[in-house]
């Protein structure tokens, strides 16, 4: 990293760097211990156990079994392919979109603050009123999609009921409503390219296509990074839209991972069985990570991070 | 760009798109305000009204005298604040650990960080309120505020941003002597405004409108925050009788009122935009 | 300064022989007596607190705090009862009394008797309080705040337009309801179902209601002396499987795609696009559907409602007249303090006598689960044959399996999808095997 000699000074400054390094994170590392290691230590605890009542006294062991009765259990297999499915369509879906309004909203035009405040409405509206009108929208036989459709001749299906479109319907809606919290994240990171690059570009001859292909992309690897990885987290544990909009429904179609953790949880009561499930889809979403870490840094090198 | 008058046309599509996509994306939005604003017979008539036929302020009055609003606020006030300064000292303190400094086992904290977002938030809840319980912090602020004074997903978003300064600044200033804090503060902390406006907004958004933990958290009626508040307004038998719609939507338009300021507060740190057609003309 | 043996004498007096004569302040947490903020002024209000003033007069050294009912209270109630932080005193829904109940939470009931002697079980209808000790033998865990049998709803004026007369019995049979919705079915060209010119692709009045949620089916196959699983709990095997389930869940099958009397679940989701349910119903356009007493509290808040859209007939039968009962009661934890207990049971005395329960009138939400008050409340009903139609029902209701057995909730989601397969057009002799698989196999785990 230096060019200079370790000094006796440096040498030591280079130890005491270490344990900087300690002190700057220890606050979180606290924090995570204490409201996250020991809850999820129980948790895991739990899913050898079962534990369907309330009381904390008594709780029988069992071993592998939970999960053994996760291999049989359809209802759950089912889900996390829905869970795999979502997972594959909407993260690149919603990352390709969102950086091309973030792209439009970082240039001069007319209006723009406006516009951004526009775009990150969807994310703070509650899901309530987000349900309401999308029912609307995506109504089989009254909907504006349909209406839209059968105007250049097409007969739409009746999205939200028919187990065909169900889940793709819920994708469109996640999406949509995730695009402004994502495109704030890839405008901070389009802020942050320093405008001399793309002077240095425009000076070598660069047209527009090429500062995004040579400039513009590199320079967001680590935001790429970030929107992929947290996309992909955040898929694997989608809950509230399939909470509000469907109920898994119709015929188990958007049943998803933790749709099924949460009724076996809260409505069945039975939380051994739903740590171990959890557990599952942990261990599932943390192999998909360290696959995208291996393929990061083999593909882009140091600009995933250093 | 004005210099240009061959672009000029392509502005025009762009905008007219624009306002179309603006359009979908606030639909859902104006829809919340309008009813807000309708008698719960307007709200269920058919074929639905769009504009309310006489705006009626009364679901408004009704929410501000009816809740202890003030003292509602207040609490959420403090939450809120206490998590947004929390967060975004203690995350940009470790994610400059992670992007810039050399420690034993930084990849492995890291990885293990990323890890905590990896657990649904259904399963570590009670453990988790077991946990505040037995210390003694059920009902206080602190026991709404502890758990989100720190972020995985902050942490990260930052470590990313803090990965785009160049190496040459940190060098220059290590050679002047700087120490890593000053390193942090003064350098690290100016330059990545959008980023950590961006995690603000998320964390002043996220604590606001949570329900889930100060649910389990508040009994004493006095220490509800706005959501909670709100939602044990809402909570009358609401499986027997239609949902009073109106009502309902002028309450979740006074919770997100604040989220919006905050994020049209937070857009000054969004500079303005590097604009590539000026720097061509 | 008392003496500490003085102390203990007293402690004992108080719970021993019920005299309530304890010198200490105790406040009773309670959940339930106290109506949401924006209802604050209201005749239940004021009720409400009217209850709770004279309690305290009547109790010196009790002082009762009441709680609102916290939204999404199941989350609530099981972080608290996990922690050791419930409240005294709650209402709990018979629906899932066994999955919180069943680990030993909630107090026997018998101990309150045995505080207060006063307190008479004989108030509240049998039935009904048998649903309280359906769980283990000997143990009556809670005692009934209300309930509510499920009964059909119907609305005269689409009997009119018809041309059907109003049935002159409480319950039918299947055949006779099979036919009386056939009639009630209506085309476009106002012919009914029974015609061989009958449109079916052209719907204006449906007869009857069917969809795929167990709460509103499952009494159908005990009215043919059916059942979903065994007595002990272990096995549906010979239960759901068996001929007397399969023909009532074919005869319901039968209804919407056979006979056409029930909107398809599409067709009910076109159909409620831009209206709610209650508003078809009152339109006429859905004759009669399944439901309980809650649903008087919707029917008459909505702007369609007249009283002579709305009555009420039980349900029909092809072996005995049956019906579940949808109830709430209220429980007591398990560790509640000793001091405490007989404060708290004289609570609920009082909250299931007249003072308190004559205020299901003003609710219309449910029945009382005490009988003289039930009784008393028909004539006081907006509509007292409503009322009595309901009352009359009572005698049919049995206790929902959830009442009985912890896993239940996950066997009703078994029974849901199954349903929808089968409204779907599945085949029902397959759909219900797999799911007698699926349900056997849940009962197996653990316990």
Same mark, same amino acid.
Request: glycine fraction near 8%.
């Given at each position: 990293?230096f060019?200079?000699?370790?000094?006796?000074w440096?040498?030591?400054?280079?130890?005491?760097?270490q344990?900087?390094g300690y002190?700057?994170?220890?606050?979180s590392?606290?924090?995570?211990l204490v409201?996250f290691?020991i809850?999820?230590?129980f948790?895991?605890?739990?899913?050898?156990?079962d534990?369907?009542?309330?009381?904390?006294r008594?709780?029988?062991f069992?071993?592998?079994?939970n999960?053994q009765f996760?291999?049989?259990?359809?209802?759950w297999?089912?889900?996390?392919?829905?869970?795999?499915?979502?997972?594959?369509?909407s993260?690149?879906?919603?990352?390709?979109?969102?950086?091309?309004?973030?792209?439009?909203m970082?240039?001069k035009?007319?209006?723009i603050y406006?516009?951004?405040a526009?775009?990150f409405l969807?994310?703070?509206?509650s899901?309530?009123?987000v349900?309401?009108?999308?029912?609307w929208?995506?109504?089989g036989?009254?909907?504006l999609l349909n209406?839209?459709?059968s105007?250049v001749?097409?007969?739409?299906?009746?999205?939200?009921?028919?187990?065909?479109?169900?889940?793709?319907?819920?994708i469109?809606?996640?999406?949509?409503?995730?695009?402004?919290?994502?495109?704030?994240i890839w405008?901070?990171?389009?802020?942050?390219?320093?405008k001399?690059?793309y002077?240095?570009?425009?000076?070598?001859?660069?047209?527009?296509?090429?500062q995004f292909?040579?400039?513009t992309l590199p320079?967001?690897?680590?935001?790429?990074?970030?929107?992929?990885i947290?996309?992909?987290?955040?898929?694997?544990?989608?809950?509230?839209?399939?909470?509000?909009?469907t109920?898994?429904?119709p015929l188990?179609?958007?049943d998803?991972?933790?749709?099924?953790i949460y009724e076996?949880a809260?409505?069945?009561?039975?939380?051994?069985y739903?740590?171990a499930?959890?557990?599952?889809?942990?261990v599932?979403?943390?192999?998909?990570?360290?696959?995208?870490?291996?393929?990061?840094r083999r593909?882009?090198?140091?600009?995933?991070?250093? | 760009?004005?210099?240009n008058?061959?672009?000029?046309?392509?502005h025009?599509?762009?905008f007219a798109m624009?306002c179309?996509?603006?359009l979908m994306?606030t639909?859902p939005?104006l829809?919340?305000l309008?009813?807000?604003?309708?008698?719960?017979?307007?709200?269920?008539?058919? #074929?639905?009204?769009?504009? #309310?036929?006489?705006p009626?302020?009364e679901?408004?009055?009704?929410?501000?005298?009816l809740?202890?609003?003030?003292?509602?606020?207040?609490n959420?006030?403090?939450?809120?604040?206490?998590v947004?300064?929390?967060?975004?000292?203690v995350?940009?303190?470790?994610a400059y @650990?992670?992007?810039?400094?050399?420690?034993m086992?930084?990849?492995?904290l890291?990885?293990?960080?990323?890890?905590?977002m990896?657990v649904?938030?259904?399963?570590?809840?009670?453990?988790?309120?077991?946990?505040?319980?037995?210390?003694?912090w059920?009902?206080?602020?602190?026991?709404?505020?502890a758990?989100?004074?720190?972020s995985?997903?902050g942490?990260f978003?930052?470590?990313?941003?803090?990965?785009?300064?160049?190496?040459?600044?940190?060098?220059?200033?290590?050679?002047?002597? @700087?120490?890593?804090?000053t390193i942090y503060s003064r350098?690290?902390?100016?330059?990545n405004?959008?980023?950590?406006?961006?995690?603000?907004?998320?964390?002043?958004?996220?604590?606001w409108?949570?329900?889930?933990w100060p649910l389990l958290i508040?009994?004493?009626?006095?220490?509800?925050?706005?959501e909670l508040?709100?939602?044990?307004?809402?909570?009358?038998?609401?499986?027997?009788?239609?949902?009073?719609? #109106?009502?309902?939507?002028a309450?979740?338009?006074?919770v997100?009122? #604040?989220?919006?300021?905050v994020?049209?507060?937070?857009?000054?740190?969004?500079?303005e935009?590097?604009?590539?057609g000026?720097?061509?003309? | 300064?008392r003496?500490?043996?003085?102390r203990?004498?007293?402690?004992?007096s108080?719970?021993?022989l019920?005299?309530?004569?304890?010198q200490?302040q105790?406040?009773l947490?309670?959940?339930?007596?106290?109506?949401?903020?924006?209802?604050?002024?209201t005749?239940?209000?004021k009720?409400?607190q009217?209850?709770i003033?004279?309690f305290?007069?009547?109790?010196?050294?009790?002082k009762v705090?009441?709680?609102?009912?916290p939204p999404?209270?199941?989350t609530?109630i099981?972080?608290?009862l996990?922690?050791?932080t419930?409240?005294?005193?709650?209402?709990?829904?018979g629906?899932?009394?066994?999955?919180?109940?069943?680990?030993?939470?909630?107090?026997?009931?018998?101990?309150?008797?045995q505080?207060?002697?006063?307190?008479?079980?004989?108030?509240?209808?049998p039935n009904?309080?048998a649903?309280?000790?359906g769980?283990?033998k000997g143990?009556?865990?809670?005692?009934?705040?209300?309930?509510t049998?499920?009964?059909?709803?119907y609305n005269?004026?689409?009997?009119?337009?018809?041309?059907?007369?109003?049935?002159?019995k409480?319950?039918?049979t299947w055949?006779?309801?099979?036919?009386?919705?056939?009639?009630?079915?209506?085309d476009?060209?106002?012919?009914?179902?029974?015609?061989?010119?009958f449109?079916?692709n052209?719907?204006?009045?449906?007869?009857f209601?069917?969809?795929?949620?167990?709460?509103?089916?499952?009494y159908?196959?005990?009215?043919?002396?059916?059942?979903?699983?065994?007595?002990?709990g272990?096995t549906a095997s010979?239960?759901?499987?068996?001929p007397?389930?399969?023909?009532?869940?074919?005869?319901?099958r039968d209804l919407?795609?056979r006979?056409y009397?029930?909107?398809t679940?599409?067709?009910?989701?076109?159909?409620?696009?831009n209206?709610?349910?209650?508003?078809?119903?009152?339109?006429?356009?859905?004759?009669i559907?399944?439901?309980?007493?809650?649903?008087?509290v919707?029917?008459?808040s909505?702007?369609?409602?007249?009283?002579?859209?709305?009555?009420v007939?039980?349900?029909?039968?092809?072996t005995?007249?049956?019906?579940?009962?949808?109830?709430?009661?209220?429980?007591i934890p398990?560790?509640?303090?000793?001091?405490k207990?007989?404060?708290?049971?004289?609570f609920?005395?009082?909250?299931?006598?007249?003072?308190?329960q004559?205020?299901?009138?003003l609710?219309g939400?449910?029945?009382?689960?005490n009988?003289?008050?039930?009784?008393n409340?028909?004539?006081?009903?907006?509509?007292p044959?409503?009322e009595?139609?309901?009352?009359?029902?009572v005698?049919?209701?049995?206790?929902?399996?959830?009442?009985?057995?912890?896993?239940?909730p996950?066997?009703?989601?078994?029974l849901?999808?199954?349903?929808?397969?089968?409204?779907a057009g599945?085949?029902?002799?397959?759909?219900v095997?797999?799911?007698v698989?699926e349900?056997?196999?849940?009962?197996?785990?653990?316990?």
């Amino acid at each position: 990293m230096f060019a200079a000699a370790k000094t006796g000074w440096r040498a030591f400054w280079g130890r005491w760097n270490q344990r900087e390094g300690y002190v700057f994170v220890l606050p979180s590392l606290l924090h995570l211990l204490v409201f996250f290691l020991i809850p999820l230590g129980f948790s895991l605890w739990l899913s050898f156990h079962d534990w369907r009542g309330l009381t904390t006294r008594n709780i029988p062991f069992v071993g592998l079994e939970n999960y053994q009765f996760m291999f049989g259990d359809t209802r759950w297999w089912n889900a996390v392919w829905n869970t795999l499915v979502y997972t594959f369509v909407s993260v690149p879906l919603g990352m390709v979109l969102s950086l091309l309004v973030a792209i439009v909203m970082n240039q001069k035009i007319p209006g723009i603050y406006a516009f951004r405040a526009m775009f990150f409405l969807p994310v703070i509206t509650s899901w309530v009123a987000v349900s309401v009108v999308w029912l609307w929208i995506l109504d089989g036989r009254l909907g504006l999609l349909n209406y839209a459709l059968s105007l250049v001749g097409i007969d739409g299906p009746d999205w939200l009921s028919d187990p065909r479109t169900a889940l793709l319907a819920l994708i469109l809606i996640t999406v949509w409503k995730g695009l402004g919290f994502q495109m704030v994240i890839w405008l901070a990171g389009l802020q942050a390219i320093p405008k001399e690059l793309y002077e240095a570009a425009i000076v070598d001859g660069a047209n527009r296509v090429q500062q995004f292909r040579f400039v513009t992309l590199p320079m967001l690897a680590p935001t790429t990074f970030f929107m992929l990885i947290t996309g992909v987290i955040g898929s694997f544990q989608v809950f509230t839209p399939v909470f509000v909009l469907t109920k898994g429904g119709p015929l188990g179609s958007t049943d998803v991972a933790v749709y099924r953790i949460y009724e076996r949880a809260f409505v069945n009561f039975d939380f051994g069985y739903a740590s171990a499930l959890a557990w599952v889809l942990f261990v599932f979403i943390f192999v998909a990570t360290l696959i995208q870490l291996y393929y990061m840094r083999r593909n882009l090198g140091g600009m995933y991070g250093r | 760009m004005r210099k240009n008058p061959y672009l000029l046309p392509l502005h025009i599509l762009a905008f007219a798109m624009l306002c179309a996509v603006a359009l979908m994306m606030t639909a859902p939005f104006l829809w919340m305000l309008l009813t807000s604003l309708k008698t719960q017979q307007e709200a269920f008539q058919f #074929p639905p009204s769009l504009l #309310p036929a006489r705006p009626v302020w009364e679901n408004y009055t009704q929410l501000f005298t009816l809740v202890p609003f003030g003292r509602y606020f207040l609490n959420t006030l403090v939450v809120t604040v206490a998590v947004v300064i929390g967060q975004l000292f203690v995350c940009s303190l470790a994610a400059y @650990a992670f992007a810039r400094l050399n420690f034993m086992g930084r990849d492995t904290l890291f990885v293990l960080y990323l890890a905590t977002m990896m657990v649904p938030f259904q399963v570590t809840l009670i453990p988790l309120y077991l946990l505040v319980f037995q210390l003694g912090w059920v009902n206080t602020y602190w026991g709404l505020i502890a758990p989100g004074l720190s972020s995985a997903y902050g942490i990260f978003l930052l470590r990313q941003a803090f990965l785009t300064v160049p190496q040459e600044l940190i060098d220059a200033a290590r050679i002047d002597g @700087a120490s890593e804090f000053t390193i942090y503060s003064r350098v690290f902390l100016p330059m990545n405004g959008p980023s950590l406006a961006t995690l603000g907004v998320f964390a002043f958004l996220g604590t606001w409108t949570d329900l889930l933990w100060p649910l389990l958290i508040v009994r004493n009626p006095q220490m509800r925050t706005l959501e909670l508040g709100l939602a044990y307004f809402q909570s009358a038998v609401p499986q027997f009788v239609q949902p009073n719609w #109106p009502l309902l939507m002028a309450a979740a338009v006074v919770v997100m009122l #604040p989220v919006i300021v905050v994020y049209l507060m937070a857009q000054r740190y969004f500079v303005e935009g590097i604009a590539l057609g000026s720097v061509k003309g | 300064m008392r003496r500490p043996w003085i102390r203990g004498v007293l402690a004992a007096s108080v719970a021993g022989l019920g005299i309530g004569l304890a010198q200490q302040q105790v406040t009773l947490n309670v959940i339930g007596f106290k109506v949401p903020p924006n209802e604050a002024g209201t005749p239940l209000d004021k009720a409400y607190q009217e209850f709770i003033r004279q309690f305290e007069a009547a109790n010196p050294g009790v002082k009762v705090n009441a709680l609102e009912t916290p939204p999404d209270f199941d989350t609530y109630i099981l972080t608290a009862l996990a922690s050791g932080t419930a409240p005294d005193v709650w209402s709990q829904d018979g629906s899932s009394l066994a999955k919180v109940a069943g680990s030993g939470q909630l107090l026997d009931m018998e101990r309150c008797r045995q505080a207060v002697p006063s307190f008479n079980f004989s108030r509240f209808f049998p039935n009904v309080l048998a649903l309280h000790q359906g769980l283990e033998k000997g143990k009556t865990y809670g005692v009934p705040n209300d309930f509510t049998p499920m009964v059909m709803y119907y609305n005269p004026e689409a009997f009119k337009k018809a041309n059907v007369p109003i049935p002159n019995k409480e319950n039918l049979t299947w055949d006779e309801f099979l036919n009386l919705t056939r009639r009630l079915t209506l085309d476009k060209n106002g012919k009914n179902a029974l015609d061989p010119a009958f449109d079916r692709n052209n719907i204006e009045q449906y007869g009857f209601r069917v969809r795929k949620f167990p709460f509103e089916w499952v009494y159908w196959l005990w009215s043919n002396g059916g059942d979903v699983i065994s007595p002990d709990g272990k096995t549906a095997s010979g239960y759901l499987d068996s001929p007397a389930s399969l023909e009532a869940i074919t005869f319901l099958r039968d209804l919407m795609l056979r006979y056409y009397v029930s909107p398809t679940p599409s067709a009910l989701d076109a159909l409620q696009a831009n209206v709610g349910f209650l508003d078809l119903f009152l339109q006429g356009k859905v004759a009669i559907f399944p439901r309980g007493h809650w649903e008087l509290v919707g029917l008459r808040s909505n702007k369609n409602y007249q009283p002579a859209r709305v009555a009420v007939m039980g349900n029909p039968y092809k072996t005995r007249p049956v019906t579940v009962m949808y109830e709430s009661g209220f429980v007591i934890p398990a560790n509640i303090s000793p001091e405490k207990l007989t404060a708290t049971c004289k609570f609920i005395e009082a909250a299931t006598g007249p003072s308190y329960q004559n205020t299901k009138v003003l609710t219309g939400i449910a029945i009382s689960g005490n009988q003289s008050v039930a009784a008393n409340a028909i004539s006081k009903a907006p509509q007292p044959a409503v009322e009595r139609a309901f009352f009359n029902q009572v005698r049919y209701a049995r206790a929902p399996y959830g009442a009985r057995y912890a896993a239940y909730p996950a066997v009703e989601t078994v029974l849901e999808s199954m349903m929808e397969r089968i409204l779907a057009g599945g085949e029902v002799k397959a759909e219900v095997a797999k799911a007698v698989q699926e349900i056997n196999r849940e009962l197996s785990r653990g316990r």
